[in-house]
């Protein structure tokens, strides 16, 4: 499996960003897919992931009335839209897939991940 997040860049804070990744080498509809986020100095830490059909859903509470995570399952790419961004948003994002029955936000059980894509989030 190969994944590539695109979308990040630098906005102000407040503001609304939209990721993607591409997801390829076996059927998208085998992966859950999560995104993640490593904050410089910190951790990866969970931020959302979605089930195979996109009918559950899990978020980390941080984001949560802000954050949508969604699949697009005729485009093999799931997408992260964000709003109401914060500073503390700041990180870099990946996306990550897992073969897992159900949704997880457990990093172990992600198989594969993207090269992450960095966003920055001004005061």
């Known amino acids: 499996v190969q994944l590539q997040a695109s979308g990040g860049g630098l906005v102000q804070s407040g503001g609304s960003l939209s990721l993607s990744c591409v997801h390829s080498?076996?059927?998208?509809?085998?992966?859950?897919i999560g995104w993640f986020r490593q904050a410089p100095g910190k951790e990866r830490e969970f931020v959302a992931s979605?089930?195979?059909?996109?009918?559950?859903?899990l978020y980390e509470d941080s984001v949560k009335g802000r954050f949508t995570i969604s699949r697009d399952n005729t485009r093999d790419t799931a997408y992260l839209q964000m709003s109401s961004l914060k500073p503390e948003d700041t990180a870099v994002y990946y996306c990550?897939?897992?073969?897992?029955?159900?949704?997880?936000?457990?990093?172990?059980?992600?198989?594969?991940w993207g090269q992450g894509t960095l966003v920055t989030v001004s005061s």
């Open positions: 979605i089930n195979w059909s996109g009918e559950s859903t």
């Open positions: 080498g076996r059927p998208f509809t085998t992966s859950q």
């Open positions: 990550a897939a897992t073969g897992t029955a159900l949704v997880t936000r457990w990093l172990p059980d992600y198989d594969y």
